[in-house]
């Protein structure tokens, strides 16, 4: 435990964590939250931190807290994956859902690559996910168009044009094309979209959010 520097006022030093605290706190979090067995590891890092910096405000010597900190910080991706192998954890199961989710959300393939790729999770279970939430030939391209729809949908723009907003020139066409292309969206796809009739587009968006 690190020393106490003299104070004439402190605040009362936190419990320095340990592993049973650190499992504790990991529980909890996967109680509420689905997470990757890297998020999980980020979490119990900057609860570490946290003690790290209220022990060093409440007069603990901060050479002492620094050390004490990184002796814990390997703690954290042991606990990790220890929930991952009790099954706690499930990278390739959290990817395949947050992949359907933010697809029905409006997002690209590529998007939802980059968001997953964010959460630390590996190529080949960002892959695994792609193809089993969104499926490939056939199925991807039309997840992919239902996607664009209900981006296009949020945007008013193409089948969901409000009545009475004329549209379609150039400036206007390039402006919609250049949302979809920042958006992830291949301009093939954002064509489509701009040439579907909204009978359908209303029913290629029911169907993607009603897949399996």
Do not use: C, Y
């Not at 964590?17 to 979090?29: F, G, I, N, T």
């Not at 002492?64 to 990790?80: F, Y």
């Amino acid at each position: 435990m690190p020393s106490r520097r003299p104070a004439s006022s402190q605040n009362a030093a936190p419990p320095q964590p340990d592993r049973s605290r650190l499992r504790e706190a990991a529980l909890a979090h996967l109680a509420r939250f689905s997470t990757t067995e890297q998020a999980l590891s980020q979490v119990l890092e900057r609860r570490i931190l946290r003690w790290a910096r209220q022990a060093a405000d409440a007069g603990l010597d901060a050479g002492e807290v620094a050390s004490a900190a990184a002796a814990l910080r390997p703690l954290a991706g042991q606990i990790a994956a220890e929930m991952t192998t009790l099954g706690a954890v499930d990278d390739a199961a959290f990817a395949k859902a947050r992949a359907a989710r933010l697809t029905r959300s409006g997002r690209s393939r590529r998007a939802v690559q980059a968001r997953l790729a964010a959460k630390g999770l590996d190529a080949s279970v960002i892959d695994d996910a792609l193809e089993g939430a969104l499926g490939e030939g056939d199925a991807g391209r039309d997840a992919e168009l239902g996607a664009a729809l209900v981006f296009a949908r949020k945007r008013r723009v193409g089948p969901f044009r409000p009545e009475g907003v004329e549209g379609g020139d150039n400036e206007d066409v390039s402006r919609i094309l250049a949302a979809f292309a920042r958006a992830g969206f291949s301009r093939d796809v954002a064509e489509r979209v701009l040439a579907t009739e909204r009978d359908e587009a209303d029913e290629r968006i029911h169907a993607l959010r009603n897949s399996p």
